[in-house]
């Protein structure tokens, strides 16, 4: 069973609703959801902001934290994963935001470089990950971190597994 599929399950069994905010997967993370047949019964849609401005006025990122901290940092993340589940009223909302590459990069965030938020009313967790492949297989290793941060806070929820 393909990840999206499980996570589906899941999350119908749990009676939770999930959104999404992406910046570099481009809406592959929403695409991959929306394969699953009925995924409409649990994911509420997803935002896709690629610019500042759109960051700020689509999810109410704060100003100060993208000057501050930039556009990929955890700090970006949190605020954007808080305003998708915010803004679309959902129990559950994972944000991704990264340098997908080939350029873009510095010596302190390189290509690669992707932080993936999850937001909960029980549980806020972050992760930061370098990938070291093409712009394709950097957005696709985020999505599939994404989604498997997504599965572990389900199945924990679920009683399927402990949460790590």
Not at 90 to 113: C, F, H, N, Q, S
Not at 122 to 143: A, H, I, P, T, Y
Request: charged content about 25%; glycine content about 10%.
């Amino acid at each position: 069973m393909r990840p999206e599929e499980e996570l589906g399950n899941l999350l119908r069994r749990l009676d939770m609703s999930l959104t999404v905010a992406e910046s570099c997967t481009g809406g592959l993370l929403a695409h991959r959801i929306t394969n699953v047949p009925g995924s409409s019964t649990y994911f509420l849609g997803g935002v896709v902001v690629y610019s500042n401005k759109a960051k700020e006025e689509l999810l109410g990122v704060r100003h100060e934290t993208l000057m501050e901290h930039g556009a990929v940092s955890e700090e970006t993340a949190w605020e954007m994963a808080h305003g998708a589940r915010d803004r679309l009223g959902t129990d559950l909302a994972v944000a991704i935001t990264g340098i997908a590459g080939p350029t873009g990069g510095t010596a302190e965030k390189p290509v690669g470089l992707v932080f993936i938020a999850l937001v909960a009313a029980d549980e806020e967790r972050c992760q930061r990950s370098v990938w070291q492949g093409d712009r394709l297989q950097n957005k696709s290793q985020s999505v599939e971190a994404a989604l498997g941060l997504l599965l572990s806070y389900a199945r924990a929820r679920a009683g399927d597994l402990s949460w790590e």
